[in-house]
């Protein structure tokens, strides 16, 4: 399998050449005047959310940031100064982001905050010497589900049982009605295999009846369905990985997610009682995918915990993510090395930095919509009450369910610390928080 190791590397780094003093009187050799090298510069495609938190990780290192925007108000457009208008699927617009036509420098790398990219382009981009990371080879595995499932089952990662439905429907209907034959408790769940997120394109079944619209979706061209086991899990984890195209990989400890309505609510990091054993497998398994797909830059492998039957934890993956990752989010403050900081230097191919944690726990509450006109009228009450609150806000227009921000605590009292991070959350959805009130705890899901 081709990858982004076909690509140009960067050249390795030289050490300075010592200047020795010379005198004009001796009438020895001049240095010769220095020429700047070129900046490095990252372009990316996605103005969302994801792409602005590169905004201040860059900055710090330096490295400059052009990120393809879909809209001159998006979230990222706010934070960067490089930010051309375009979409993911206009080739003009990625071709001029990667080498500018008005004479600014060429990109370094090109990467991506959202998987929603033409991997003809991107493996054209490839073949002229752009490096694309990650590439369009691991890329499609994240674009895909049904690609995903089948090259995670040869790399022989523990995967839900699965099957891809065919186009036909009455085929279509015949292979749904044998695998929920064969489910525990006749049900399973059906996902479109490219599109579908947060919830969106993922349907619990019981009867072929229950997604008889996507079938008729397909036939129109609509994207091709899979069937998946529905996972009695105890909880959902995340195991994150970052990995140079040298060969480098790091992990962060791995997190317990809590889903509502199908979109993360809340990040616990690390995961909450998980035993030695169970914690180096999720990280084994998210190095052997990064490893298996030759993913560069951030991947995150979602995983689902189950007891066996005798009664010992296992891990199953259910989704990746080849880029930074909500999951991820509490790195900025939590740890060393941050998602954000650690995507660039993976995809610049520059060492990795240290993924430990900087306090026992780290809790990331996500603000999931609002009532306020603005968020930052939330911002007096909020920082007056949680002063070691870290608020990071999205600049995004409200409306229900939506990410707006996260709120980042940190804390050696995980009760407590889970407990701040939610309040303050709650105070920038326009919730009232008494101030001796503990929110409820939120009951875990089956499947998102």
């Known amino acids: 399998m081709t990858g982004p190791t076909d690509l140009p590397l960067p050249e390795p780094a030289r050490a300075p050449r010592p200047v020795t003093a010379t ?4 009438g020895g050799p001049q240095p010769a005047p220095s020429v700047p090298s070129a900046p490095l510069t990252v372009a990316v495609v996605g103005g969302g959310q994801l792409a602005r938190m590169m905004a201040p990780a860059a900055a710090e290192l330096g490295v400059s940031l052009r990120v393809l925007v879909e809209d001159p108000a998006s979230s990222a457009a706010q934070v960067a100064t490089d930010a051309p208008v375009g979409t993911a699927g206009d080739e003009a617009a990625i071709r001029d982001l990667v080498a500018p036509s008005d004479g600014r420098p060429a990109a370094s790398v ?6 929603h990219v033409p991997n003809a382009l991107l493996r054209d981009l490839g073949d002229h010497g752009v490096p694309v990371r990650p590439g369009p080879d691991a890329l499609v595995q994240a674009q895909d589900k049904i690609v995903m499932r089948r090259r995670l089952s040869a790399l022989g990662a523990p995967c839900p049982r699965w099957a891809a439905l065919p186009a036909d429907p009455a085929a279509a209907r015949t292979a749904l009605a044998e695998f929920l034959a064969a489910a525990p408790d006749g049900t399973a769940v059906v996902k479109t295999s490219r599109g579908g997120y947060d919830g969106k394109g993922v349907r619990v079944v019981s009867a072929p009846d229950d997604v008889a619209d996507w079938f008729d979706t397909v036939v129109a061209g609509g994207p091709e369905l899979l069937v998946e086991e529905k996972v009695p899990f105890v909880r959902e984890l995340a195991a994150l990985v970052a990995r140079r195209p040298s060969g480098e990989v790091r992990t ?5 997610s809590i889903q509502r309505d199908g979109v993360c609510a809340e990040v616990i990091a690390p995961a909450p009682g998980l035993d030695p054993e169970t914690d180096a497998r ?3 398994i998210a190095v052997s995918v990064a490893e298996g797909l030759n993913v560069t830059g951030v991947l995150a492998v979602e995983l689902f915990e189950t007891r066996g039957a005798d009664g010992r934890p296992e891990i199953w993956v259910n989704e990746l993510a080849m ?3 909500n ?6 403050d939590g740890a060393v090395t941050s998602q954000f900081d650690q995507h660039l230097r993976a995809v610049l191919d ?9 306090a026992p726990w780290t809790v990331m509450a996500n603000v999931l919509g609002s009532r306020l006109e603005a968020l930052t009228d939330a911002l007096p009450e909020v920082l007056a009450r949680f002063g070691e609150a870290r608020v990071n806000l999205y600049g995004k227009g409200i409306r229900p369910g939506r990410k707006l921000g996260h709120v980042n605590v940190s ?6 610390v889970r407990r701040r991070a939610l309040a303050a959350a709650a105070l920038l959805r326009g919730d009232t928080v008494p101030s001796e009130t503990v929110p409820a705890p939120t009951t875990h899901q089956e499947h998102a």
């Open 23 to 26: 005198t004009a009187a001796a």
């Open 110 to 115: 090109l990467t991506f905050e959202h998987e």
């Open 252 to 256: 962060w400890p791995v997190v317990e």
């Open 282 to 284: 999720a990280r084994e």
């Open 323 to 325: 880029r930074p990752h």
């Open 327 to 332: 999951s991820g989010h509490w790195t900025i």
């Open 350 to 358: 520059l060492p990795l930095g240290d993924t430990s944690a900087r």
């Open 411 to 416: 804390g050696d009292d995980l009760d407590e």
